[in-house]
């Protein structure tokens, strides 16, 4: 998965089995030392750590995770658990947990869904039926309700035209739909804008919204804000966000879960593990182009001790 964008890159000089003492040497006896556990960790690659993982057990005997859990706690334990945790069965657990019990994390739905690839959505719906026995559409339905529904059980399928081509009558007619589906009627159809952002590809919609911008005389995103309310009016600008610059999308998510009196940890280390090796660079850069300050300021102001520690790790240095 780590692509040339991210800000964790494999270590050149690995070498398994001397991390996976270094990390039983690290949790062994009386007290932690957590820093080297921090060093180990943040310095390999995912594909590294699993390695590492594999040869914990074969030279010691032990579950390296499960140790982990009995040594570290709170945000912490869950910021490094995160990280030696396969990048699809992250997705997968954090999915399931967004569902788990009486409340529902929207958020999280929305974030994953309308982020991720096609490719990226199917390795999810496998390893989820794999995980759980269930199938995640499923869990999705009963879940969650309406035209949020809807747009969730779209973006699940994994279907969207991700081809790079434009067909100019198709874009007129787009957004034309669009603006008879809300700003030119009373109330709004909201199923035409689904069926529109959850299966054309990126380029189509880009141009569709500057039509748009063109026949309304407004952006695409001001009119879902204005004809649309609560988690569907989220599930569509997050699409919409996606389209057109992922990477500000997550910065802008980052932003949210820091800005104000106290931390949203969960989309924090979400977004801060799972990208780390994708696109973390493009990341920082919108980051500090929107809000003028870094990224890392930001954690570095909202985040304290071991925890702070990793995500400024995760986060590559300042700006």
């Known amino acids: 998965m780590a692509g040339s964008w991210g800000t964790v890159k494999g270590s050149t000089s690995f070498n398994v089995e001397e991390d996976a003492q270094k990390l039983r040497k690290a949790m062994k006896g009386l007290g932690t030392d957590e820093d080297a556990i921090i060093e180990v960790l943040t310095k390999r690659n995912l594909a590294q750590r699993q390695q590492i993982a594999v040869a914990y057990k074969s030279s010691i005997g032990r579950d390296l995770i499960a140790d982990l859990k009995s040594e570290l706690s709170g945000n912490f334990e869950r910021a490094i658990v995160a990280l030696m945790t396969p990048i699809t069965l992250y997705d997968v657990q954090e999915l399931k947990n967004a569902m788990k019990g009486a409340g529902t994390d929207e958020g999280c739905l929305i974030e994953i869904l309308a982020s991720r690839k096609n490719d990226e959505i199917r390795r999810i719906n496998e390893t989820y039926k794999h995980q759980y026995g269930t199938h995640l559409e499923k869990d999705i339905v009963s879940d969650t309700s309406s035209m949020l529904r809807r747009v969730l059980v779209s973006l699940a399928t994994g279907n969207r035209d991700e081809s790079h081509y434009v067909d100019e009558g198709l874009v007129q007619q787009d957004a034309q739909c669009l603006y008879e589906a809300g700003e030119a009627r009373w109330g709004t159809d909201e199923a035409q804008f689904m069926t529109i952002l959850c299966s054309r590809n990126k380029h189509h919609l880009e141009k569709v919204f500057r039509a748009y911008q063109n026949l309304s005389g407004k952006d695409i995103t001001e009119s879902i804000k204005s004809e649309m309310s609560g988690d569907l009016e989220d599930a569509l600008l997050a699409i919409v966000k996606c389209m057109r610059n992922r990477s ?16 949203d940890d969960n989309t924090l280390i979400r977004i801060m593990v799972s990208r780390c090796e994708i696109d973390m660079i493009e990341i920082k850069a919108e980051f500090k182009r929107i809000y003028g300050k870094s990224l890392y300021s930001f954690i570095k102001g909202d985040t304290s001790g071991d925890y702070r520690k990793v995500l400024l790790l995760l986060c590559g240095g300042e700006d």
């Open 248 to 263: 500000a999308y997550f910065a802008e998510r980052l932003y949210k879960s820091m800005k104000g009196l106290g931390t």
